[in-house]
């Protein structure tokens, strides 16, 4: 995690300061940007496609979830957001009404950078700090991007950590798959996929420890529609366990049990949408 995390800055620095400008292909789908508004980010997560100096965007996710992101130096963006319905929750309070600890509703901060190699592939980078009910998280990640006339293609590896509740934990590893297709005129068509790939060693309370071996995955497939410095997207999205393995042992080391917890899928819509302020 803090390999991944140290390497991530260190090309958010380096492409600020070595990184070319953005200049895609004539023939590529972000020539265009009206287009280039509407492919350069999936559902929730931006693509390896840099955002332009001073450009300022606000992203909403699900009605609740309010981002700002803004491009700070060349090649390089930083975001903000926070979550409406997380932070309207009821939070636990002490006898006088004050609220206990620091738990607080879904905050996030991040940094975004990305480095055209070719006119048609990108590498970028991200930070994500995250902050949830007492839980602070972060989550690193490289991604690659290749654009074509009409459409783009992005994959995503990651890292996430978290400390909370007097616990540090390393989370699973996770990879994005995304795809976004111009369909014509004002209509794209788009593809996200989340998944992680393994699970982690956790310490529990009184010197308990238990391992947590899961497959988790999220699919979201839709149309989004573009026009000028607006973009709607509607889909529907797919989130679910479809396996959990735990082995619980004591503090001598000796196993207590194991449990296999199998989810269902849970389907929802998805609405989401994006303006271009400048």
């Known amino acids: 995690m803090k390999i991944l995390a140290t390497l991530s800055l260190f090309f958010c620095l380096l492409s600020s300061l070595l990184g070319q400008s953005f200049s895609p292909s004539k023939d590529s789908l972000a020539s265009d940007p009206s287009i280039a508004f509407a492919g350069d980010r999936l559902f929730i997560s931006r693509t390896a496609i840099p955002m332009e100096k001073g450009e300022l965007v606000y992203q909403n996710i699900l009605l609740t979830g309010q981002r700002v992101h803004y491009g700070l130096l060349k090649n390089v963006s930083i975001n903000a957001g926070f979550d409406v319905w997380t932070w309207l929750l009821e939070r636990p309070t002490n006898k006088d009404g004050k609220l206990e600890g620091d738990e607080v509703g879904i905050t996030s901060l991040g940094i975004h950078a990305g480095i055209p190699l070719t006119k ?159």
Request: no cysteine; glycine share 16%; net charge positive.
């Open 120 to 278: 048609r592939l990108f590498v970028g980078a991200d930070i994500q700090l995250g902050a949830f009910q007492g839980w602070r998280v972060m989550a690193s990640a490289i991604s690659f991007s290749w654009i074509t006339r009409k459409a783009s293609y992005t994959l995503k590896l990651g890292k996430t950590g978290g400390m909370g509740d007097g616990i540090t934990s390393d989370f699973p590893w996770y990879t994005e798959i995304g795809f976004v297709r111009q369909m014509g005129g004002k209509w794209s068509y788009l593809i996200q996929l989340a998944a992680q790939l393994e699970g982690g060693d956790f310490p529990g309370p009184t010197g308990y420890s238990y391992s947590n071996r899961i497959s988790q995955g999220l699919l979201i497939t839709g149309a989004r529609w573009h026009k000028g410095r607006h973009a709607i997207d509607i889909g529907l999205g797919a989130y679910g366990t479809v396996g959990r393995y735990i082995t619980f042992r004591e503090p001598e080391g000796s196993k207590i049990s194991d449990r296999i917890i199998r989810d269902d899928i849970i389907p929802a819509p998805y609405v989401g949408y994006t303006f271009r302020i400048r």
